[in-house]
């Protein structure tokens, strides 16, 4: 049986499974007229646009020629998925910008929405913004201004934000003011990315246990103003913190030990004992950390060590079992390093080097 003969619940599931890989979907529905008509709609689950282009062949699409295709569309990215720059964002014509109010407003059933564009344009669109739908994710590389804040309130079904620009002063009031007065107000957020600077307010209005920090290198080395207010905000966070990232590029070297340093240096309360050595283990004496991983990208690039490489640190370390691990933290329930699970126990067949 061809591909294309298969019955249409698989074929539609496969497309189902594919739906974040639009390439892929593109693929299944050029086989035939028959696969177009049944996963066509699949392209729109999830769209990423980058370029003038695309944004005006969507909103035309959503706005004018298949206006239906609306209902299918559950994620909506436009500009990149990290921007840490304000030239990395996608700046859209002026004229764009109403057409991107009209699609949003169109939108039932979105939940994923990313808006990685300039301060203007994202003024503009979000300004007595009014829509259908309920976000789960809501990304952005903007200032939390007036905007931007009645917006969010009236989102309180978002549980996690990426709020990938710090804050002026100006906005800091704001937000202070905002968290204060609108409990609607992140009222269901449980994971938040962001500068220092913005997750400090936040977590000490809201119960958030999941903070990814967005590129605090200029801040850990040199002046900690930011910095130092964050990790006094941890002591005062109304729920513990019980996952902590940290995004930096890689060529500043290991921000996240020196982040550690700075915690131990504050000796607060959340954390027994913290050591910057990364040979003794005790970095990992966190009240209440399960997981521990470590992951290192190189110039795009995932580090992918032989599981060999890793066993033998791992027996130098006297830390080839899980329970070695625990007698740091006893909480541990897994360790991964570059991809190399640490095991409960060793197998009597296991052949270490």
């Excluded at 840490?84 to 059933?109: A, K, M, N, T």
């Excluded at 201004?145 to 978002?158: C, D, N, T, V």
């Excluded at 007065?181 to 977590?203: Q, W």
Aim: glycine share 4%.
């Amino acid at each position: 049986m061809s591909f294309a003969k298969l019955p249409s619940e698989i074929l539609y599931k496969i497309g189902q499974i594919m739906t974040y890989d639009s390439h892929s979907v593109s693929s299944l529905c050029i086989v035939n007229k028959w696969t177009h008509q049944l996963l066509d709609t699949l392209l729109y689950r999830s769209v990423k646009l980058g370029s003038n282009h695309s944004v005006s062949s969507f909103c035309d699409t959503i706005t004018s020629i298949k206006p239906h295709y609306s209902k299918y569309v559950v994620t909506l990215q436009i500009g990149p998925e990290w921007c840490f720059d304000i030239d990395e964002g996608y700046r859209p014509q002026r004229d764009f910008v109403p057409q991107i109010r009209r699609v949003l407003q169109s939108l039932i059933h979105l939940k994923h929405l990313s808006l990685s564009t300039t301060q203007n344009a994202l003024d503009e669109i979000l300004a007595d913004l009014n829509v259908q739908f309920q976000l789960d994710t809501f990304v952005h590389y903007g200032q939390l201004a007036k905007h931007m804040l009645r917006f969010l309130e009236g989102q309180p079904s978002i549980t996690r934000l990426g709020c990938h620009l710090s804050m002026t002063w100006i906005n800091e009031t704001l937000l202070l003011d905002a968290l204060k007065s609108k409990p609607n107000l992140f009222k269901n957020l449980k994971e938040l990315e962001s500068p220092p600077r913005v997750a400090t307010h936040i977590i000490s209005a809201r119960p958030i246990p999941n903070v990814t920090l967005i590129e605090p290198a200029d801040l850990l080395y040199g002046c900690n103003k930011e910095i130092d207010p964050f990790i006094d905000s941890l002591t005062h966070a109304m729920v513990p913190i019980t996952r902590l990232c940290i995004t930096a590029d890689a060529r500043t070297g290991n921000v996240w030990t020196e982040f550690v340093r700075l915690l131990s240096q504050s000796w607060r309360p959340v954390l027994e004992r913290v050591c910057m050595s990364l040979d003794s283990c005790s970095f990992l004496w966190f009240e209440a950390l399960e997981k521990f991983e470590m992951i290192l990208v190189v110039d795009g690039l995932r580090y992918n060590p032989p599981p060999s490489e890793i066993i033998s640190w791992l027996i130098r370390e006297r830390m080839t079992r899980l329970s070695s691990w625990r007698k740091h933290n006893h909480m541990l329930r897994s360790v991964i390093l570059h991809g190399y699970v640490v095991p409960e126990v060793i197998c009597q067949g296991s052949v270490l080097p």
